[in-house]
Each structure stands twice: as structure tokens, then as C-alpha cells.
């Protein structure tokens, strides 16, 4: 790799100069496999794009390789948009016989990707017949958690707090300022309420509640005391104050750590049993050489 400093060179230039370094070795491990899995996945970034990032998984000496190939935009958040973003990350990378080569296809498990109708699956076996779809469970176990939990009553109660909270103090640096100053009087380290918003649900919900829980009492004095001068904070001191919620806080709390063990346990399980299938299969190949 040459590379010349100088005041004129961008920080761009410099990370394309690193890429092309990089890319090379690991664009030719990837032309020489005989067999490719696609694993995709989207979500919006902070400039409000649907983007889409694309993963080649590969064998290289008898060993699984994960390697990271682009981040497309969505022009559609369609089945069909997904498989145009796909097939325009793998052919920029000079992937052309990707089809050709690929035989799975992992993603999260939302029903645009997975969907019988017409998910991006679906879309793909029409060209890759042989195609195998592979479901994240860990993910597939949040999809089902949140549409579980978040049907409940008291969790859409719950849900509304949790986002007024996070809206007044986000969005008002007075509130969270006064915040600060009132759990330093207090002698207690403050968290700044947590969005619930993101790809996975799960994580932002349990992170919110415990941050809730943990400040309880400084969050519930701050409105207390501005109560008065701010009325839109009543309906949320209400909520706040009810015994009911805080005993439901308390039991999802509970449930969402008894399911972050078992998706925990189970994703460890999967690769544990991969790799010894991977060592299976080659002992057998070791000892005919």
C-alpha cells in the first residue's frame, strides 16, 4: 500500500486507501469459495434512511468466515426493495455470480424477509431453488416476546411512560438539568431515560425499565416539584405513583431477564453444535488426505 501524507489529504481518501488494502485478500478468499449463505439485515440510521447490511458467510479451510460486503440504502422497505439492495451490494463488489454460488439465506425473521407470499426468501428461491432460509432465534424470540408482552394493558400503560419520560427529558435540557441537580442533592448517579426506539426491542425496553427503576426516586421528586408550573407532567406522575405498575414494572423485569438467559443459552447452544459439526466433518476429510 502507498500512501503519501500532505495538508490536502481528506480523511475519506485515506479510509478508501484502507478499504482497497483490505478488501483485495478478502474479496479473493471470497471469489475462490464454491459456496456462499447471504445474511441481511436493515434498519434506519440517524439521518432517517432505511439502510440494509449485507454479510457473505463462506468456507476457507474447512472453517466458517463472516465477512461484512456493503450497506445499501432501501429505495423501498419492500420485499422487493430488499432483494434490489442485495443483489446491488454483492454486483458493486464485484460479486456477479452471487445466485450462482449461494445456497442460504439468514436474516431476523420479520415477515418481509421470510414471508411465504412474498418475502425476500420467497423472491430469492424463485432464482435459487436449492436456497435454504436460516431464522435468527434469537431475534425470532424477541419478535414473539414483544408481541406478547406488548398486547398486555398494563404495558401499553407502562410503554406511554416510559416514552413521556424519555421525551421530556431528551428533548427539554431545562428538565434535565433540574434532574441532575436534584440527584446530586440526593447523592445518586442519574441515567438519562432511555429510548425505546431500535431494531431490537428487548434491549431497549429492559434497559429502560431498569433505568427507570434504579431512578425512581429522583424522577418521581423532579415531577413532583414541577408538577405545578408543568401540567403535561401530571398524567405521568399519575401513572408513576400507582403501585399496580410499578409491581407490573417489577415482573417484566423479572421476564425479560429469564428471556435474555434463554436466548442467551440458546444461541450458545447453536454454535456449540455447529462447531461440533464442523469438527465432525472434518476429521473425516483430515484422515483421507
Not at 435468527?136 to 416476546?145: I, K, R, T, V
Not at 431490537?200 to 414541577?226: G, Q, S
Request: glycine share 6%; proline share 3%; with cysteine.
Amino acid at each position: 500500500m502507498e500512501w503519501t501524507s500532505g495538508a490536502s489529504t481528506s480523511p475519506i481518501k485515506l479510509a478508501k486507501v484502507i478499504y482497497d488494502d483490505i478488501w483485495e485478500p478478502c474479496y479473493n478468499d471470497l471469489k475462490a469459495a464454491r459456496f456462499i449463505s447471504v445474511l441481511a439485515g436493515a434498519a434506519t440510521d440517524v439521518s432517517i434512511r432505511d439502510l440494509e447490511g449485507i454479510y457473505v458467510r463462506f468456507l476457507k479451510d474447512g472453517q466458517p468466515n463472516d465477512m461484512f460486503v456493503a450497506v445499501e440504502e432501501l429505495k423501498h422497505a419492500t420485499a422487493t426493495g430488499h432483494c434490489e439492495a442485495i443483489n446491488a451490494a454483492l454486483e458493486k463488489v464485484g460479486l456477479n455470480d452471487w445466485k450462482e454460488k449461494t445456497v442460504g439465506f439468514g436474516s431476523d425473521g420479520a415477515a418481509v424477509m421470510v414471508g411465504r407470499r412474498g418475502g425476500v426468501s420467497t423472491l430469492l428461491r424463485q432464482e435459487i431453488p436449492h436456497l435454504i432460509n436460516i431464522q435468527c432465534l434469537g431475534h425470532g424470540l424477541e419478535l414473539a416476546a414483544m408481541e406478547t408482552i406488548s398486547q398486555h394493558a398494563n404495558m401499553k400503560k407502562v410503554t406511554d411512560l416510559l416514552r413521556g419520560l424519555y421525551k421530556q427529558y431528551h428533548y427539554s435540557p431545562k428538565a434535565w438539568r433540574e434532574l441532575r441537580e436534584l440527584a446530586e442533592i440526593l447523592n445518586i448517579k442519574i441515567w438519562k431515560p432511555a429510548n425505546l426506539g431500535g431494531t431490537r426491542w428487548l434491549p431497549h425496553i429492559e434497559k429502560a425499565l431498569n433505568t427507570l427503576m434504579r431512578d425512581y426516586t429522583p424522577v418521581l421528586t423532579h415531577m413532583e416539584n414541577t408538577l405545578e408550573t408543568r401540567s403535561a407532567s401530571a398524567d405521568m406522575l399519575g401513572r408513576a405513583r400507582q403501585c399496580t405498575q410499578l409491581l407490573f414494572v417489577g415482573l417484566v423485569q423479572d421476564i425479560l431477564q429469564v428471556l435474555s438467559w434463554v436466548k442467551t443459552e440458546l444461541l450458545d447452544t447453536v454454535q456449540e453444535s455447529l462447531r461440533k459439526r464442523f469438527k465432525d466433518v472434518e476429521t473425516p476429510c483430515e484422515s483421507s488426505r
